[in-house]
Structure formats: C-alpha cells, structure tokens
C-alpha cells in the first residue's frame, strides 16, 4: 500500500500500521466501494446491451428478409414422374404441364481404321487436315514426326469445343481414333480429310474412308402438353421462358408444377416469429419490475429499453394499415408471445398470393371488389421501426455509448478517489511516524526518569 512505513509504531506500538490499514479500510468503503458497485452494475448493463443488440438485429434481419420482394418472385419446380428435371427462374409464370420423352438427343461418335501402333508417324512430310463438325472447319496441322497420339492433342487443342478425341486400344496392335462430338444432334456430322497428301497411305485410308459412324447424332423428341416438340439437346431452355428442362428418360411422361416458392417464405416466417419471440422475451426479463432484487431486471427502471420492447408488440397492431398482419394467421398471447398458423396463411397464398406479397412487402393489393390499393407492406414498415433501433447512430448504439461514456466517468472517479487516498494516507503514515517518534521520546524520557528516581530511593535506603 502506498505510504507504508514499516517501522510505524515500533517505539509506541500505538501507532501502528495496521492502526492505519484499518483507517484505510473505512475510508475505501464509503468512497470506492460504491463506485466499484456502480462501475460493476454498469458492466453488467453493457453485457445486457450487447445481448439486446444482438437480439435486436438478429430481428432486424428477420425482417428485413421477410419485406425483401425477391423472396415472393422465387419459384419452385415440382415434377412428378421420371421424364425429366426442372428448374424455375425467379418471376417465371406459375404453370402446370405435362412433358413425355419420345427420344433422347444422342452425340454422333465415329471410329478410326486399325493403327498397329500409336506412336508410329502418320504422316511423310508436313501438311495439314481437315476436320469438318456440323459444317465448321478445322485445320489440323501434322509433319513427318506427327504419331496417331499426337494428331490426338491437335485435334483437342483446335476443335477442342467441338470435339473430343481418344485413342482406344482394341487389342495387340489395334489402335484406333475416336471422335466424340461435343454436342448432341443430328446436326455434328464429322468428316476427317488429308488436304495435303502427305499422310502415309495407311494412316490416311485409316482416318479418311476408313472413318466410321458407330453412334449417330440424333435430336431429341418430347411432347410439351401434347404437341410434339424437337431440341438438339437434351437439356432446354428456350421452351418456356425461364424454365430449364432436362429430357431424362425416354417413354416416360412427367407433370410439372411451378408455383411461388412457398416453403422459403414459410421459413422466413418461422425465423421471424422465433426472432420475435428470443428478442421480447428476454428484453422483457431484463425490463422486469419486482421488489425482489434477484428476479429485478437489470433495465427495469430504464424508459429507453422499456419503451423499445413496448414498441416491438405495439408495431405489430398498428402496422399493415387496412390489412392487419392478423388477418394472416399471425396472433399474440396474452404473454406476449407471437405465433402463427401456417394453415390459414397457406389458404391466403392459395387465394391469392399476390395479395400476400402486398401485404408483406409492399404492392398492389386487390379487394374482394376488385379494387386496388397500393400497401407499403407489413414487413417493409416494421424493419423501418427496428432502423430507428439497430441502425448505427440509432437508440441502441446512442443507449451503448452512454453506457461506455457513463463508464469512463465512473473509472475517471475511482482513479481520482484512490489518489486522494493515497495521499491522504501517505500523509498519515509520515504523521503517525512523527508522532510515534515522539512518543517514543517521551516514553525514553520517562523510562530515565524512572530509572533516576528508582536509584535515588535506593541510595536513601542504604
């Protein structure tokens, strides 16, 4: 401890140290303790307004999710059957169809003539040939070192997006060049031609007119509702806007809904209300009033947070205008606690799902006479009610650094407290020394004359 002198008190033993840690020990508490008291108690409120910004946002989120338009344009693909696959752009037209899959698209393939060996040169001096896919020309370019496996890679590398070329070993000395097309058709007919001359006579029989089709290119062939419908491919996207289609399987027929992806929707609802219910829930713990100080709310007495958590139910009434959120399955208990009953908002999106969309995020809502009115949206008014919270500069950033100015004031006090003590007691214990040393004085002084006094009677009794 500051203004510790360790011989205090050795002459009287009066004045001693532990005389003044005892003084010191009083003084702390009536002038830092309660200022630990009240920085602790504000620590604690800083914790709390971190929970409460984090409920709060998470909220925020929530919300904001929910007054999002894209969320209502998203679209599902349900497919029954086999046939084929689906999926839905966002705002494409919600539909239902049938598909059956006549023909699959097939890739032409063709087959080489027998080479004895892949790395034997193909050619006698160097030259070019032409590789012709669908009507595109290639020139594949070769010379005299050029083997069967590199006339492989030149293919690749120049009609690589058209073509791929293997080489297959059949047998002991059967090699042989496959050209897979790329693309599906009957339109990837492939012809290889030598328009130098200068390939060996075997390797150009081979690759030439020793060429083969072993799997012809074919167009798909499906029904769309009945009418027959033909693609180059087996996967469509220029049937229906915004639909790709993939042809699976041949002699099935699949039905096809498209409808507003209502599964998202319901999640984000159920977020909300989760959301809603973590943040009112343990705002109003912290907001609980109560003469007993162990289930008191460490913001009971705070109008900012209380008023917050009113405002979060309130908002639920007082929005939506002409289209309460009540009327959407949506309810709160008497507790406080928000549900919904996704039974009734179903029936609503299956009435009418534009109108959900208006409701919630804003749009043109039409009445049951066929009049419109344009709504903000339910969710579109609450996140800007939640802003006012949780944006930077709003209440609960205000609310936080008050919090942390309040705690610096606090430190700032104690620092200062606690100096004045060590000064104070470091003044003490120089005064306690001095007068301890006086003591000490008299208490020698005494103790002579005692001892003069005591010889003087002697000597008289002797």
């Known amino acids: 401890m500051a203004g510790t002198v360790s011989s205090l008190g050795i002459g009287s033993s009066i004045l001693t140290q532990s005389v003044l840690d005892q003084l010191r020990k009083a003084d702390e508490a009536g002038r830092i303790t ?19 910004d984090g409920w709060m946002s998470a909220l925020s989120s929530a919300v904001g999710a929910l007054s999002s338009k894209t969320l209502y344009t998203e679209r599902s693909a349900t497919v029954a059957g086999s046939a084929v696959s689906v999926t839905a752009d966002a705002n494409t037209d919600i539909q239902s169809f049938s598909l059956k899959v006549n023909i699959l698209a097939t890739k032409e393939i063709n087959e080489s003539g027998t080479f004895a060996n892949k790395t034997d040169p193909i050619a006698t001096a160097a030259g070019t040939m032409n590789l012709n896919i669908g009507g595109t020309d290639f020139t594949i370019n070769y010379d005299a070192t050029t083997t069967l496996d590199d006339l492989k890679k030149e293919i690749n590398k120049v009609a690589g997006t058209k073509v791929n070329a293997t080489v297959i070993q059949l ?10 097309a790329a693309e599906s058709g009957d339109a990837q007919n492939m012809t290889l031609s030598d328009t130098s001359g200068n390939m060996t006579t075997a390797a150009r029989d081979a690759l030439t007119t020793g060429m083969t089709t072993i799997a012809q290119g074919i167009n798909a062939e499906f029904e769309f509702n009945g009418q027959v419908v033909n693609r180059s491919s087996n996967t469509i996207s220029d049937l229906v806007s915004g639909l790709t289609i993939t042809l699976k399987e041949a002699g099935q027929t699949s039905t096809v809904d498209i409808a507003q992806n209502r599964d998202n929707i319901m999640n984000k609802v159920d977020d909300f209300v989760a959301k809603y219910n973590t943040a009112y829930g343990e705002i109003a713990k912290m907001t609980k009033s109560s003469n007993d100080k162990t289930t008191m709310g460490i913001f009971s007495s705070d109008s900012t947070i209380k008023g917050m958590q009113r405002n979060l139910e309130d908002m639920l009434t007082t929005l939506g205008g002409s289209q309460s959120l009540f009327g959407y399955g949506f309810d709160v208990d008497k507790s406080g606690v928000l549900s919904v009953d996704k039974t009734v908002l179903g029936a609503k999106m299956d009435t009418n799902s534009s109108n959900v969309e208006a409701v919630f995020a804003g749009g043109t809502f039409t009445n049951a006479d066929n009049t419109t009115q344009v709504l903000t ?26 919090i942390g100015d309040q705690l610096s004031v606090l430190e700032e006090q104690k620092t200062k407290a606690t100096e004045r003590l060590n000064s104070k007691y470091e003044l003490m214990a120089k005064q306690f020394a001095a007068y301890d040393a006086i003591i000490n004085k008299f208490n020698q002084q005494g103790t002579f004359l005692t001892q003069m006094i005591n010889s003087a009677n002697g000597t008289s009794n002797g």
Do not use: Q
């Open 34 to 52: 309660p200022i630990d008291l009240k920085i602790a108690d504000m620590k604690d409120r800083d914790v709390a307004s971190g929970k409460i």
């Open 377 to 402: 949206g339910f969710f579109t008014d609450y996140k800007a009610g939640m802003d006012t919270y949780t944006k930077t500069s709003g209440y609960l950033d205000m609310f936080s650094t008050n």
């Open 171 to 180: 047998a002991t000395g059967d090699f042989r060049l496959f050209l897979n």
